[in-house]
């Protein structure tokens, strides 16, 4: 009998894994196919991989294989390191499609394994749908390609549209980019979208907003779509227990015996988020207090440069309170140009009360790093002010985010 058994060993369930390696809990992880999940075969770490190259080697010629074949590499390697690591700690690992018979009880192949608690981390998939278009790549499979023609449609200007557009413009490819809202990243702060929307057709991408695709009269040689997401739950016995949708509100409480944690529950289809969930999840096997708010998390699009955003919109922001609203380009700072980031810009909106900092985003070619100091301001309730009063080392592009002010 095991503590813990975790359907699905992506970014969830492998850092379930690694929190019930603290309590000492015994704990099988039961992958179907693919160790690591999307987040490190198809998603995040490929898709960094590519973009980390391309900027490393401007100057040089690099061809789509040659960087399937560093990405094939390298992540044979991580998920070696994951698996070895796991086992050699205590953690069973166990192949096969995983079928839930009844509460506590799962079948894998002809086995029946027993667990006090089940963990569902089995990820999400691209929802595919009908499009007027030949030679289709559904979203993350864009990551298995060795080849994708001279010129690209990408469906989508979400994260990953954007994201995929980078690395295609940087090969070389004519690359158009279709959205049916009215701006890219829809959700987003439009300051920011409009900001980067400018230097990405700057670019040289192709970007058509409040676009219907079936208006489209271009032939392209690969499409691409990047819009939707869907949970996969098909066939894991779920239906006959009853279960629903598990949402996180204040406390983290599962449904007989059983917890649905990131792209599986369907909240949020994000790695780190995914991470976190399944971390509550195990403690709250291990009965401690489990509060999960994901009312403010860093959220970033690592296109180049790249744009992170944390909290409070400007428009929601004033719904709420008086705010003052600071923005800024980093060019009165000598670091943007000793580190070539001269079209950095910042945004933060903060509470004219208390100067409490409530939300905050930035453009910069190391945006994913400096959110995350905005991040701790406001999670630690830091106002503007006393943010001031930090020293930060120099020349860093951090010191800017302290002296946007001045």
Request: some cysteine.
């Amino acid at each position: 009998m095991y503590k813990i058994a975790i359907i699905g060993a992506g970014s969830a369930g492998i850092a379930a894994a690694q929190r019930a390696l603290r309590y000492g809990y015994k704990t099988v992880v039961l992958e179907e196919s693919l160790w690591g999940g999307v987040c490190l075969n198809r998603g995040c770490i490929p898709t960094k991989l590519y973009l980390r190259i391309l900027e490393e080697r401007k100057e040089s010629k690099v061809t789509l294989s040659f960087l399937w074949e560093e990405k094939e590499n390298l992540i044979a390697k991580l998920r070696k390191n994951s698996q070895e690591y796991l086992k050699k700690k205590g953690i069973d690992i166990v192949s096969g499609h995983a079928h839930i018979e009844k509460e506590g009880v799962i079948k894998v192949q002809n086995n029946l394994i027993e667990a006090e608690n089940i963990i569902v981390a089995t990820g999400s998939r691209a929802k595919k749908f009908s499009l007027p278009f030949e030679n289709i790549v559904w979203g993350e499979e864009f990551l298995s390609l060795k080849e994708a023609g001279k010129k690209i449609l990408i469906i989508g200007a979400g994260a990953m549209g954007i994201e995929f557009a980078t690395i295609l413009r940087g090969l070389g490819r004519e690359v158009t980019i279709v959205e049916k809202e009215a701006s890219i990243l829809p959700a987003w702060e439009k300051d920011l979208t409009k900001r980067l929307e400018v230097i990405l057709k700057k670019q040289g991408i192709n970007i058509k907003c409040d676009c219907d695709v079936s208006n489209l009269e271009d032939d392209f040689d690969t499409v691409i779509v990047t819009a939707g997401r869907k949970r996969n739950l098909d066939s894991l016995g779920l239906e006959k227990l009853g279960i629903k949708r598990e949402y996180l509100g204040a406390n983290f409480k599962p449904q007989k015996g059983l917890y649905l944690v990131g792209d599986a529950r369907g909240e949020y289809f994000l790695a780190y988020t995914a991470e976190r969930e399944a971390g509550l999840a195990v403690d709250d096997i291990a009965g401690r207090e489990t509060r999960i708010d994901f009312n403010c998390f860093p959220q970033v699009v690592f296109s180049q440069p790249q744009l992170a955003w944390v909290g409070w919109k400007e428009e929601e922001a004033r719904k709420k309170c008086e705010i003052e609203v600071i923005r800024r380009n980093f060019l009165f700072n000598y670091s943007s140009y000793v580190y070539s980031d001269e079209q950095a810009y910042a945004k933060i909106v903060i509470d004219k009360r208390n100067e409490y900092i409530l939300g905050g985003g930035i453009i910069s070619n190391i945006a994913s790093e400096l959110i995350n100091i905005v991040y701790l301001a406001i999670e630690n309730k830091i106002k503007y002010g006393e943010w001031e009063k930090l020293l930060f080392s120099h020349p860093s592009r951090s010191e800017i985010l302290a002296k946007l002010r001045d």
